[in-house]
């Protein structure tokens, strides 16, 4: 069993940078696949960003492509979200997901509480 614990959301305005962190509590991390996926009030939850065990390949989201990096350090069993240029449409709940394979929809093994980002317009 992984337990996720993500953290660094908040309020910022539009134009704005924030960076998520999720740390894994299981110290093999390194051998998931990383998500991060966020869900708006009233909206399903919708792909962001996946990373795969040796970082060497990332997927993005179209509508944060060139906006949002994931990373990876395996060494802290942490992944990270930056997030710049930030817009009212990024505001959402974000939650990270660990799992065996680095894909683009909801299968993932593992799942953190969230972590809240509101972008102020």
């Known amino acids: 069993q992984v337990q996720l614990v993500e953290s660094g959301g908040g309020l910022v305005q539009a134009g704005g940078s924030l960076r998520l962190s999720c740390a894994a509590s299981?110290?093999?991390?390194?051998?998931?696949?990383m998500g991060w996926f966020r869900q708006a009030p009233g909206n399903e939850r919708e792909f962001v960003a996946a990373?795969?065990?040796?970082?060497?390949?990332?997927y993005y989201a179209h509508s944060v492509k060139g906006r949002f990096t994931i990373s990876r350090d395996n060494a802290k069993n942490t992944v990270y979200l930056q997030m710049n240029s930030l817009e009212p449409e990024d505001t959402a709940v974000y939650y990270c997901?660990?799992?065996?394979?680095?894909?683009?929809?909801?299968?993932?093994?593992?799942w953190g509480q969230g972590t809240q980002v509101i972008v102020s317009s």
């Open positions: 997901a660990a799992g065996k394979y680095v894909v683009t929809t909801k299968e993932y093994e593992y």
């Open positions: 299981d110290r093999s991390s390194g051998r998931y696949a």
């Open positions: 990373i795969s065990q040796s970082g060497g390949t990332r």
